[in-house]
């Protein structure tokens, strides 16, 4: 099994930045072999992909709303996954969840919620005008 805990969600205007964490821990094995990712949620609306880590670590990819603003990136060493969110928008409002897409390969692409097996618990995003 393996355990996902979001942070770093808070209230921030227009323009500015924030960065959760994502800090995972349980089967070792489990967390090598998983691809990582960050989905939001916005309330009334569906879950929707934002950014994903490849199991190789080093590709990443990006839904096209948060391209050249948010940057994902994982260290290996403390079991942390980052998402950097700059010139934050009112539109990227939304709870952010962190998931885990395990074994599926090393260069699999995962962008949708039934591709991640791991799930956390979720931490708000607010960006005011």
């Known amino acids: 099994q393996v355990q996902l805990v979001e942070s770093g969600g808070g209230l921030v205007q227009a323009g500015g930045s924030l960065r959760l964490s994502c800090a995972v821990s349980?089967?070792?094995?489990?967390?090598?072999?998983?691809?990582m990712g960050w989905f939001r949620q916005a309330p009334g609306k569906e879950r929707e992909f934002v950014a994903g880590?490849?199991?190789?670590?080093?590709?990443?990819y990006y839904a096209d709303s948060v391209k050249g603003r948010f940057t994902i990136s994982r260290d290996s060493a403390k079991n942390t996954v980052y998402l950097q969110m700059d010139n934050l928008k009112p539109e990227d409002s939304a709870v952010y969840y962190c998931?885990?897409?395990?074994?599926?390969?090393?260069?699999?692409?995962?962008?949708?919620?039934?591709?991640?097996?791991?799930w956390g618990q979720g931490t708000q995003v607010t960006v005011s005008s």
């Open positions: 349980g089967h070792t094995l489990i967390i090598i072999r998983s691809a």
């Open positions: 998931a885990a897409s395990s074994g599926r390969g090393y260069d699999y692409t995962a962008t949708r919620p039934a591709e991640y097996d791991y």
């Open positions: 880590v490849r199991q190789s670590g080093g590709s990443t």
